[in-house]
């Protein structure tokens, strides 16, 4: 079955940076696009970035110039850099995939806490 499993989260300091990664299995990866969403305390969930299966990239916009999405379809991983990290990226960041055009897939989500 899919399975997405994110690590790389942890408390980082204002204006530090991460590196979050989602690895899949299940799916033929490089077939797929990816996406990096996060939820915050009382807050829905909202979409951070995705990179599509030929490496198109988009960002929301308060994280543009800031985070970064790539993959590496030879590990099925898909990264999400985070630099200049501020105390409202604090949240619980989750990748995605969809199979078949409608079914999702989610990880468990990782805890990124930007804190001094």
């Known amino acids: 079955q899919v399975q997405l499993v994110e690590s790389g989260g942890g408390l980082v300091q204002p204006g530090g940076s991460l590196r979050l990664s989602c690895a899949a299995s299940?799916?033929?990866?490089?077939?797929?696009?990816m996406g990096w969403y996060r939820q915050a305390p009382g807050k829905q969930r909202e979409v951070v970035a995705g990179?599509?299966?030929?490496?198109?990239?988009d960002y929301a916009d308060f994280v543009k110039g800031r985070f970064t999405i790539s993959r590496d379809n030879a590990k099925n991983t898909v990264y999400l850099q985070m630099n200049s990290l501020k105390p409202e990226d604090t949240a619980v960041y989750y990748c995605?995939?969809?199979?078949?055009?409608?079914?999702?897939?989610w990880g468990q989500g990782t805890q990124v806490t930007v804190s001094s």
């Open positions: 990179i599509t299966s030929g490496g198109y990239t």
């Open positions: 995605k995939t969809v199979v078949a055009g409608y079914r999702q897939y």
């Open positions: 299940g799916i033929i990866f490089s077939s797929f696009d």
